[in-house]
């Protein structure tokens, strides 16, 4: 049949199974618009404030989903409030499909009204991207954009079509995804990109199997490539049959029940002690889908210093790229754990894991009569809410008492800028996983330096009537960083201060919001339940103190037991 090529884009995200789109229009990508309304009802439109929210939003949809995510933008200044949101889903493994509509070919490098090559700007942060000039080749390159970014490690793909493109017919032939790999010049695409993750070679899955036979303290790293795969049942399986004690990065969080006795907390620059300790004491550390960031890895000459490293991960420029390894398995989380579990023996660590656990998991923060605290503040939170609610977070202090004081339990429940630290993702994740489950009670954890940079969002939330509750930690201050220059700066807090507007009560109210405000446990406590009966989104302002500290604490660069917080 012949169509246009705004029609033929939509046909082909209809292909994807695509459902829902967060975006926001503008005059290049008029034609996409003009055809979605003509499909009424195919696909439910999220309007955003902003840009940014709304590839923000569909990254928390992706997250919390496992599916990929969608966000449309027009030229110029649309494209470009999208980089921000591109470059977090990048960092942290996420697959969305960012669409923007750029000038028509005959004016593309004349720095035409709204015109930048989006392209350019987004190579470093996208797995890959597209310019499309000829309708005819529209089709397969949204189709082999959708596979590129769920397959192998997941990320962003952007398209960027030229507004010619999407006014000129072409012969559009439907396709079923389950056969874009053998269907011509998109297959003959698929096979030279081999989407499929690489087959683990398995001389070196029994040399593992050898190593953990051998080892009398072994120790397991889950990071995010666990979360991203979905190989968390295969990664439990595993944790249980070697009997090892496990650490969770800040984006494994979810992949192993929090609460499970297996589990020595996060670990890291905020990591708990028992986790920091265990891998500097272990004698074999297993680290699967985890890329050794500096926030985890700070001194790569010294970590794990004792051990043997093995890492485990779908992308081989990860491997050996932060620490050395002395071995390694390319290849998908839940294949390479599959394979691997029935060569190992059933296995008991008792004395190694009582040694670990006689450190602290989780930190006992003082309680201040009189003082709201996080730790109160999230305790209630954790016994009111249901236990599937999702948690979004923005970046800070408020990030890490979120992470210390939740127990998540599956894949998908906290969405977190781990790689990037974007703050202002929180609200806009939120949205995104709201819109994806609308039953489930999604809490978005922020602080009051975070929440001034996407607040705007509020207008979405109120617009389409999601029951979002976010919880702002509300210091007067850019806690993190305040944080730093008490420890590292000789406290002085220059340019931290936040003692000015909003009203952040008021500010809900203005967007037909529910708006509280809790200066103890009691009143936290009455806000929280009102907010989780109500059937629309809320704002509780948490009066906390300014000089409120996350521990543990290790500087950056630092071995991974110099705590300069306890």
């Not at 930190?363 to 009111?384: F, K, M, N, R």
């Not at 936040?498 to 009455?526: H, I, T």
Request: hydrophobic residues 40%.
């Amino acid at each position: 049949m012949e169509l246009n090529g705004a029609r033929i884009l939509l046909e082909c995200l209809r292909e994807q199974g695509v459902d829902t789109i967060f975006g926001y229009p503008g005059g290049t990508i008029l034609n996409v618009y003009d055809e979605m309304y003509k499909m009424e009802g195919v696909f439910h439109h999220v309007l955003t404030t902003h840009e940014q929210g709304a590839c923000h939003a569909a990254d928390g949809y992706a997250r919390a989903t496992g599916r990929v995510g969608v966000c449309f933008a027009t030229s110029g200044p649309g494209a470009t409030n999208l980089v921000t949101g591109i470059a977090t889903a990048y960092l942290d493994s996420s697959p969305i499909v960012a669409v923007t509509c750029n000038v028509s070919t005959s004016l593309i490098g004349k720095d035409s009204f709204q015109e930048v090559d989006i392209t350019g700007v987004t190579m470093p942060i996208t797995k890959c991207n597209f310019l499309v000039r000829d309708v005819n080749t529209l089709a397969d390159t949204v189709r082999e954009a959708f596979a590129i970014a769920r397959s192998g490690r997941p990320g962003p793909v952007l398209i960027d079509i030229a507004k010619d493109v999407t006014a000129s017919t072409a012969e559009y032939t439907p396709v079923p995804r389950k056969t874009h790999s053998k269907t011509g010049h998109l297959g003959a695409l698929m096979q030279r990109y081999d989407f499929k993750p690489p087959e683990p070679d398995m001389e070196d899955i029994q040399r593992l199997a050898d190593m953990l036979k051998e080892s009398k303290r072994p120790f397991l790293i889950c990071g995010g490539g666990v979360v991203r795969s979905r190989a968390h049942e295969a990664f439990r399986t595993f944790m249980n049959r070697v009997d090892a004690p496990v650490a969770l990065t800040v984006m494994g969080a979810g992949a192993v029940p929090g609460r499970d006795p297996h589990v020595t907390g996060m670990i890291g620059m905020h990591g708990s002690q028992a986790s920091n300790m265990a891998v500097d004491a272990c004698d074999l550390l297993i680290a699967v889908g985890c890329r050794f960031s500096d926030r985890v890895a700070l001194k790569p000459d010294t970590f794990a210093q004792h051990a043997k490293i093995v890492q485990i991960d779908i992308d081989r420029s990860e491997i050996n790229k932060n620490v050395q390894t002395d071995h390694h398995i390319v290849g998908d989380a839940g294949r390479v754990l599959e394979l691997l579990t029935p060569l190992v023996p059933e296995m008991h660590h008792d004395e190694w894991k009582a040694e670990v656990f006689t450190q602290p998991t989780e930190t006992l923060y003082d309680e201040h009569p009189g003082c709201l605290t996080p730790s109160q503040v999230l305790s209630t939170i954790v016994t009111e809410a249901p236990d599937d609610t999702i948690v979004s977070t923005d970046v800070g202090q408020h990030q890490m008492w979120a992470i210390q004081h939740f127990h998540f339990d599956y894949p998908g429940q906290l969405l977190t800028s781990g790689g990037f630290g974007t703050m202002g993702f929180g609200l806009g994740a939120a949205i995104g996983a709201q819109t994806a489950f609308p039953n489930k009670k999604v809490i978005h954890v922020t602080g009051d330096g975070s929440f001034r940079m996407n607040c705007n969002e509020l207008s979405t939330v109120s617009y389409y009537g999601l029951p979002v509750i976010t919880i702002l930690f509300d210091n007067a201050t850019l806690g993190m960083v305040r944080q730093w220059q008490t420890l590292i700066y000789g406290g002085r807090y220059s340019q931290t201060t936040l003692d000015r507007a909003p009203d952040f009560v008021k500010l809900a109210e203005a967007y037909g919001l529910n708006g509280f405000r809790a200066a103890s446990v009691e009143e936290f406590a009455d806000a929280f339940k009102k907010a989780l009966q109500s059937d629309r989104g809320s704002i509780i302002d948490c009066i906390i103190d300014t000089d409120e500290k996350v521990r543990p604490m290790v500087g950056g660069g630092s071995h991974i037991t110099d705590f300069m917080l306890n």
